[in-house]
T-cell receptor, first 113, second 115 residues
Framework: DTAVSQTPKYLVTQMGNDKSIKCEQN?????MYWYKQDSKKFLKIMFS???????INETVPNRFSPKSPDKAHLNLHINSLELGDSAVYFC????????????FGEGSWLTVV | AQSVTQPDIHITVSEGASLELRCNYS??????LFWYVQSPGQGLQLLLK??????LVQGIKGFEAEFKRSQSSFNLRKPSVHWSDAAEYFC?????????????FGKGTHLIIQP
C-alpha cells in the first residue's frame, strides 16, 4: 500500500525532450508538493498545491509546469529538458489541518544526456 | 526567512557507538521540526517529529530527538548505531498549521558506520 507513488522511478532522456513525472497519493491529503534534490543532496521545494490550487511556485524555470487534475494527483511536466535538470524529483503530500506532516514518494531519478 | 543548519556534512561512527546529529533552526514562529532519513537510492522516510509538548520525542528505529528552544536546536540521537543506519539524515522545519508552505530542509548529514 504505497502512500505516495510516483512514476517513473528512473528516466534517462536527451536534451530538448519533453517528459512528465506522475504522482498519486492515497492518503486523502489535501496538499501535494514537488521537491527537487540536486547532486549535493540539497532538497528544495518547487511547487505546492492545496485542493488543486497552486500555492507555492518557487523560482523555477517556466519549462516546469505542474498539473493537478484532482486532490490525489500532482504531475510534473518538463519541456525542453536541459542538462542541469538532472536531479531527483520527489513528490510529497500532507494534510494541513491535521498537523501537516509531509510524506514523500520514492523519488524519480531524472538524467538528461 | 526560515533556515536549517546541519553543521556536520559527514559523520563517522563505529557500529555500536552512540550517535548525535546536530540541527539548528531559525524560524520566526512556533517551529514544527522533523528528521528524515534517506538510504542510498531511496526516498525520504520520516524518523520523528516535534509539534509541541514533551521536548524529547521518540521515533522509529530507536532514534530520539530533543527540542531546545533556548538553543534553537533539535538534535537527533541514538544510543547504539547499527550498520543499517548508514544513510543521509535531514533535519527540516515548517510552520505548524502554516498551510501549504512545505518544509525547509538542512543540507543533510551523511552518516558512515565503521565496522
Amino acid at each position: 500500500d504505497t502512500a505516495v507513488s510516483q512514476t517513473p522511478k528512473y528516466l534517462v532522456t536527451q536534451m530538448g525532450n519533453d517528459k512528465s513525472i506522475k504522482c498519486e497519493q492515497n492518503l486523502g491529503h489535501d496538499t501535494m508538493y514537488w521537491y527537487k534534490q540536486d547532486s549535493k543532496k540539497f532538497l528544495k521545494i518547487m511547487f505546492s498545491y492545496n485542493n488543486k490550487e497552486l500555492i507555492i511556485n518557487e523560482t523555477v524555470p517556466n519549462r516546469f509546469s505542474p498539473k493537478s487534475p484532482d486532490k490525489a494527483h500532482l504531475n510534473l511536466h518538463i519541456n525542453s529538458l536541459e542538462l542541469g535538470d538532472s536531479a531527483v524529483y520527489f513528490c510529497a503530500s500532507s494534510q494541513v489541518q491535521t498537523g501537516n506532516t509531509i510524506y514523500f514518494g520514492e523519488g524519480s531519478w531524472l538524467t538528461v544526456v | 526567512a526560515q533556515s536549517v543548519t546541519q553543521p556536520d556534512i559527514h559523520i563517522t561512527v563505529s557500529e555500536g557507538a552512540s550517535l548525535e546529529l546536530r540541527c539548528n533552526y531559525s524560524y520566526g514562529a512556533t517551529p514544527y521540526l522533523f528528521w528524515y532519513v534517506q538510504s542510498p537510492g531511496q526516498g525520504l522516510q520520516l524518523l520523528l517529529k516535534y509539534f509541541s509538548g514533551d521536548t524529547l520525542v521518540q521515533g522509529i528505529k530507536g532514534f530520539e530527538a530533543e527540542f531546545k528552544r533556548s538553543q534553537s536546536s533539535f538534535n537527533l540521537r541514538k544510543p547504539s548505531v547499527h550498520w543499517s543506519d548508514a544513510a543521509e539524515y535531514f533535519c527540516a522545519v515548517g510552520a505548524l498549521g502554516g498551510g501549504a508552505d512545505g518544509l525547509t530542509f538542512g543540507k543533510g548529514t551523511h552518516l558512515i558506520i565503521q565496522p
